[in-house]
């Protein structure tokens, strides 16, 4: 068990956005989570990495007590994290994005951290656009330089919040197969998606969060054909037919 | 005429304000730089310092600031040369001006980018260097260079604790040759040459320095408007 959440509370204010959030994720597993909007999919991603602190319960990830203030920066070590709005560092160019963390987290060389950028750059098949800013690249581009720049801290586990839903329709393939390819490899990841298609071909399990709580999960196809939950249907029918 | 005689003065008084306003602006922009991180940090003293130096700054005289400095701090044993001085109270000055340009900077930052830093593991310092200042930078650059601007127009108050910059020796030459409108012209144009080339020097620092390059185009304008002056002073359409 690489991450173990454990009966966690969050509140915003009075709202109370993840009420009893139970969840044990395999190394290699890749977990998607579906839901409403405001349903608490991303604030549930978001304490995973300690984005949000949480109001009480646990979590566990690979060893770090993220629950825990003082050990909890130890967290970014071991989990990456993609951005609906890719949050690339604008005055950088792709290949800079990508050795920041190398150099003044992992304390790389420029030699070696370039190495490893590039590395990272030509696995999201963008090699030749390491010199590029990011307003000189597409958004799927620039979706997978961001992708390129959290692997390349060597993360062991990969969260994506909604990361093809400010692409255009034609822009989605191309990330989600760098994400379908890193599946493949065995990378453990928890994405929140509205892509059906990536859930059902490439999803270990299928979560449905419902107002903070986790309603029903299961393999693909069992979420999917015959999802057991009345809300898990009725969400369902809305997505798949629009 | 009698007043271009003097067009030596004028230079070294020209001289005078340019470093006087190049030394202000590069300490008040330090100061300005150290005020908005105080006024942002979590820690109460240090915002309070900024916030009292930001208010009282901006809500008193310039020129009441420059005698504070300058008649009042002999009383207490500072003895400062007219040019220090100066140099001094316009630094103070601008440094609260700049540090209100530099905060609204900084918050203009999206919290995307600190989410992403902190995501990467980046620590405080890393981030606000490598992350947001060179954002901030961009945002702030226009409005930071017309304060150095300002700057260079506040030289001027120096000339009543009788330094000889450009207005001090205007007024000199004035008193000398009682040509009072050609006295004050042709100081009114060194400042007017000075301030231009500081604007085409920073639209094109502009150009080269943030990426996308940064286009100031109010600066281009004032500049076409000068040449325009110019040509027609020079006898031009
Ligand atoms: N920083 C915040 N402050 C206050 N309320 C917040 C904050 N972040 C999220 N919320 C609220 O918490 C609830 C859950 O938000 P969350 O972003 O987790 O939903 P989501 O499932 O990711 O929705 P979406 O599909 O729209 O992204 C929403 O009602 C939202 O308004
Ligand atoms: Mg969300």
Redesign the interface.
Known sequence: MIVDVKDVRKSFGDVEVLKGIDLSVEKGEVIVIIGASGSGKSTLLRTI?N?ETIDSGEIWVDGTAVHDPKAA?NV??D???V?Q?F?????LTALKNVT??LR??KRMSKDEAEKVAMEALAKVGLAEKAGN?P?QLSGGQQQRV?IA??LA?APKIMLFDEATSALDPELVGEVTKVMRDLAQEGMTMLVVTHEMGFARDTADRVLFVDSGVIVEQGAPEQIFTAPSNPRTQQFLHRVLEA | MEVLAYFPDYLSGLWITTTASLLSFAAALVLGVITAVFRRSGIWPLKVIGAVYVEVIRNTPSLVQIFLIFFGLPSIGIHLPAFEAGVIALAINGGAYLAEIIRAGLTKVPSGQFEAARTLGLGRTDTFFHVVFPQAARYVYPPVINEFIQIILATSLLSTVALNELTGTALVVNSLTFQTLVAFAVALVLYLILTNVVSFAAAWLGRRMFHPPLQLRQERQHGKTLLKRLTIMAGGR
Do not use: E, I
């Open positions: 990495n984005l920066h970014h070590r989990v990456g994290m951005f709005q949050n690339l560092f604008p005055h920041l963390a003044r987290v800013y307003q961001a720049r959290a801290m």
